[in-house]
């Protein structure tokens, strides 16, 4: 056998991560966020410094709504610090959409 043979046997196929764009996490909202997050909400890259603070809270304020979508960090299956928007919360002085 010659290395080309060996060379052409098939490579394990890699899952594609499932991408999506944030949505503001008010069910009366939905709008869309300028970050990008999986299934569980983990930010895909992890833009957590970004977020404004209000003492020790973290969150993604909501152009329509004024929301807040809350960060919070997050430890993976392998045991890698991450982040991901868990809940959202009125703005101050907003009751919501």
Known sequence: MTSATMDASPK????A??????HCLN?????????EVDSDNVLYVDLEWTANSDGALRYFPCPKCHGRNIVEAW???HGKL??????????????GA
């Open 12 to 15: 394990p196929a890699r899952k």
């Open 82 to 95: 991450k982040h991901r928007v868990t809940r959202w919360q009125p703005g101050e002085g907003h009751g």
């Open 27 to 35: 069910p009366e909202c939905r709008a869309l966020l300028a970050y």
């Open 17 to 22: 991560p499932d991408i999506q764009v944030l």
């Open 75 to 77: 430890q993976s299956e």
